[in-house]
């Protein structure tokens, strides 16, 4: 019996390594997923194909690679916030948008939709296969585009072009993994040299694009007595061993990593595309330096931009430069890091009270119980902030969440795509109750999979983020409080168990007890609603803002609640001043 185009694509993702397809089955889909049941890869089924997505998107930001599929019209559709996800963090994935039968096209068929112009702002490759000569030169192109250019490549299948007789093509089916060795050229080196040794106070700050290099970032920092800062998707590579680090910057970050870069004459931005410039200094020199060229320049006012692979610049430019024996400056950012981390304790040691915990303590507790090679998901909100505050990077443990996309509700999603790629180690999900709340239903998948993701949920019955948006903007907060249903009932309904979390002194036997379940489990704990994370830098047009929102609750008979913020955070507002 002759293979059809269906069975064809899959041999072909089979070869490229590809172990699992996140989605939804359905008319379109039908074909491809027959032909997955006679292969050796695994048709995951969710209950929403945004999880499939979020899924797709954090086994491929671990492996290198993966795929996620929907159904004609609104079962892509479904796909596109974790697709953008995807793509923003520059993860290889492969989506396959199955759509209506190609004859049907351009009639305003049921079910219709463009998928190219769909995709179009989320894919680096994006087409459309409507004969079977197209097959093999379009998933080749598409996985090579993926992997290469580190993002999302579509491919748009009809559901009848899916069933027809499968034809070999001329051209390769290999999947050509490159690893070239980039970096600047011996010119630019130089001149990045003469910059470095002619400044007396360099900081280096390092992003994801850094991952690879941590032994030669640290080798570099103390050869120039530098500080070394970090962004969030940066923290779990860059902190550990680094007797240098001074923390993270931008909004979830650190007085400490903000003040070495602007104390700095020079700063040397290494493989990161920080997204925040009013964290970036406007006085001093910044040089850069990222594989991808096209951002060089777009955060911050540059002295020098250069192309190349972290690891084999610092390896290369380090015979050039001058060990700098100074270290009065660098003493001076760690003592002061030494402060800001001992006032980040002052939460741990008075951790609230019942049903408002302190979410800080939650989270320090956590990093201590959990494992030195557990991989994090945290949702986007307020459970970034203790993610990034506290969960500590130790060169084993991974931190997956929508860093640059910033949308609600992927660290539920994100742990079934790990827990999936990594059954053996410890998935912990840091879930919102804003976010847990939006996507519940894919709790189901967790249960019919088995996997052992811990889902703790930071319920603080609000928006909490969001709240101190409309705080600092000189707003009170209007439609962000949640009442939200038993989640330790939905969990046990969905077939695992779940425990509700009210008092501070039972947080710690709990977490012991949910991370060492043989199983999935969720914790709801009832954290304080009135804590605010509040950034490295506070702008006095903030600080108006937030007086006025505090005034007009005042004004409204929110008396209580404008106590309790102030007292909730009393010890981390004087932290700053």
Wanted: hydrophobic share 40%; aromatic share 8%.
């Amino acid at each position: 019996m002759a293979k059809n185009i269906a069975e064809q694509i899959v041999e072909m993702l089979e070869s490229a390594n590809v172990k699992r397809i996140y989605a939804v089955t359905g008319d379109s889909l039908n074909h491809l997923n027959a032909a997955v049941k006679k292969s050796s890869i695994k048709w995951i089924h969710v209950r929403h194909e945004e999880v499939g997505a979020y899924a797709a998107a954090a086994e491929a930001e671990l492996d290198g690679f993966a795929v996620c599929a929907g159904s004609s019209g609104p079962g892509h559709v479904h796909l596109i916030n974790g697709v953008y996800e995807a793509h923003r963090s520059h993860v290889p994935m492969l989506v396959i948008a199955s759509t209506i039968p190609s004859d049907e096209m351009g009639t305003d068929y049921f079910q219709e939709t463009n998928t190219i112009k769909l995709f179009d702002d989320c894919s680096y490759y994006n087409q459309m296969i409507t004969r079977p000569e197209q097959v093999q030169r379009t998933v080749q192109t598409a996985i090579q585009h993926a992997i290469s250019k580190k993002g999302v490549a579509v491919i748009g299948l009809p559901g009848d072009v899916s069933e027809m007789n499968a034809e070999e093509g001329t051209t390769s089916t290999q999947i050509f993994k490159t690893n070239p060795i980039v970096r600047p050229s011996d010119e630019e080196l130089t001149h990045l040299a003469k910059i470095i040794n002619e400044s007396e106070k360099v900081t280096i700050y390092c992003g994801i694009g850094a991952e690879n290099a941590n032994p030669e970032v640290v080798g570099l920092s103390k050869f120039l007595k530098a500080p070394v800062g970090y962004s969030f998707r940066g923290k779990m590579a860059i902190q550990p061993n680094n007797p240098n680090e001074v923390g993270l910057t931008g909004l979830l970050g650190f007085p400490s990593a903000y003040h070495a870069m602007h104390d700095a004459d020079l700063v040397i931005l290494l493989g990161t595309d920080f997204p925040y410039q009013k964290f970036m200094p406007v006085k001093n020199k910044i040089v850069q330096i990222d594989e991808s060229p096209e951002r060089l320049g777009r955060r911050a006012k540059l002295e020098l931009g250069l192309t190349g692979d972290v690891r084999e610049t610092i390896k290369a430019l380090l015979p050039l430069l001058k060990e700098k024996t100074d270290a009065h400056f660098l003493n001076q950012q760690i003592e002061f890091y030494g402060k800001v981390k001992e006032n980040q304790l002052a939460y741990v040691k008075d951790f609230g009270k019942e049903d408002a915990i302190q979410p800080e303590y939650v989270a320090h507790t956590l990093d201590r119980i959990a494992k030195k090679d557990a991989i994090f998901t945290v949702d986007t909100g307020m459970c970034c902030v203790w993610g990034a505050r506290f969960i500590t990077g130790t060169g084993e443990r991974k931190m997956l969440g929508s860093f640059n996309h910033g949308s609600m509700a992927n660290a539920m999603p994100m742990a079934i795509g790990a827990s999936l790629a990594y059954p053996d180690r410890q998935v912990i999900a840091m879930c919102g109750d804003g976010g847990l709340s939006m996507l519940l239903g894919d709790m189901a998948t967790i249960f019919q999979y088995k996997l052992p993701v811990k889902l703790i949920v930071f319920n603080n019955r609000t928006l909490g983020m969001v709240k101190l948006e409309m705080e600092v903007g000189g707003m009170p907060d209007n439609e962000t409080d949640m009442i939200n249903p038993d989640f330790a009932m939905v969990a046990q309904a969905m077939g695992y168990p779940g425990k509700n979390v009210h008092k501070p002194e039972e947080v710690e036997a709990a977490i012991e007890e949910c991370l060492n379940y043989n199983g999935p489990y969720l914790l709801n704990i009832f954290t304080n609603p009135n804590a605010l994370a509040l950034p490295p830098k506070i702008d006095f047009d903030q600080v108006i803002g937030m007086t006025k929102s505090m005034a007009q609750l005042m004004l409204g008979g929110k008396m209580e609640e404008v106590l309790e913020t102030v007292k909730s955070n009393y010890k981390h507002i004087k932290g700053l001043l």
